[in-house]
Every structure is written in structure tokens, then in C-alpha cells.
């Protein structure tokens, strides 16, 4: 059981490379900066290196702001926290249902 908490303490930690202030703030500036057509070429490149940042980690970044705030298309970061706790679920029940 240890080694299960260990191993998510450690994914946990290696999914938040970058402090979420800073992941909030980049994200803000790519998309002003996606506004104005004149710096919208390069923008990703252009912050990341301001701040430090993979450009392609800011990719990512942008895109899952866009689909919780419904201006792109996909499953909701709140939506798909839910789905995993909801599989979770299931697959204790399951589990429980054949002891």
C-alpha cells in the first residue's frame, strides 16, 4: 500500500513541473497574444521563452483552458476529474460484487 502512495506522491510531482501561477500566467499571455493578429504567429515560442516554458507544454496548456471555458470543443477538466472518480467507483464495486 505504501508503494502505491509513494508512486501517485511521485506522479503528482512530476505532473506539476511548473507552479500553477505560472501556468495561469502563461496561459494568459498566449491568449492575449493570440488576439492581436500581429504577434499571434509564434506566440507559444515567444513566452515560453520569456518565462522559461516549454512552448509545447504551453500548447497544452491553452488548449485545456479553451475547453473548460467552452471555446473549444472536448471533456471539461471538472468533467473528466469526475469520469475517473466515477470509474474509480465502478471498479471497487465490481471488485466488491465478486468477493
Known sequence: METSIT???????????????????ATRMVIEARKNPATRTGAFGRVGEQLG???????TWVKRAEIDEGLRPGTTSSDA???????????????????
Do not use: G, H, S
Open 7 to 25: 508512486r501517485r506522491m511521485f506522479f503528482m510531482a512530476a505532473q506539476r513541473k511548473y507552479p500553477i501561477e505560472l501556468r495561469e500566467r
Open 81 to 99: 476529474e469526475r469520469i475517473t472518480e466515477l470509474e474509480r467507483e465502478v471498479r471497487e464495486l465490481r471488485r466488491a460484487n465478486t468477493i
Open 53 to 59: 516554458v516549454n512552448p509545447e507544454a504551453l500548447r
